[in-house]
């Protein structure tokens, strides 16, 4: 069984920044390779992608994210991080980090793409 284990949240004000950290345990099966993303959901509002990545290190942001926020994995892939700087008030949400096994990692969006959640962090931005 996958299991994800996310960690660096916290509060923070307008324009500081946070690290979030996702730990991927339990596959298995050799042929497949964890496809790590971070998706986030704020009070009210469905849960979105904020940054995904394919095999071979394509990553994916909304457009609004993409100069501030950064995916990227240890060389095990077995951990991926996100760097968010400039952090605003409409960023503060629970964010959680999301895996599907593949053989080719395609960095989709979409929430039903994937099939294991970690527990999610908390990152509350005040000003």
């Known amino acids: 069984q996958v299991q994800l284990v996310e960690s660096g949240g916290g509060s923070v004000q307008t324009g500081e920044s946070l690290r979030l950290s996702c730990a991927a345990s339990?596959?298995?099966?050799?042929?497949?390779?964890?496809?790590l993303a971070w998706f986030r959901q704020a009070p009210w509002k469905e849960r979105e992608a904020v940054a995904t990545?394919?095999?071979?290190?394509?990553?994916f942001y909304p457009g609004t994210l993409r100069d501030r926020f950064t995916i990227y994995q240890d060389n095990g892939k077995n951990t991926v991080y996100l760097q968010m700087n400039s952090l605003q008030l409409d960023d503060t949400a629970m964010y959680y980090c999301?895996?599907?096994?593949?053989?080719?990692?395609?960095?989709?969006?979409?929430?039903?793409?994937?099939?294991?959640w970690g527990q999610g962090t908390q990152v509350t931005v005040s000003s």
């Open positions: 990545m394919t095999t071979g290190g394509y990553t």
């Open positions: 339990g596959n298995t099966d050799r042929r497949y390779e964890y496809c």
């Open positions: 999301a895996a599907e096994l593949a053989t080719y990692c395609t960095g989709a969006f979409r929430t039903d793409r994937y099939n294991y």
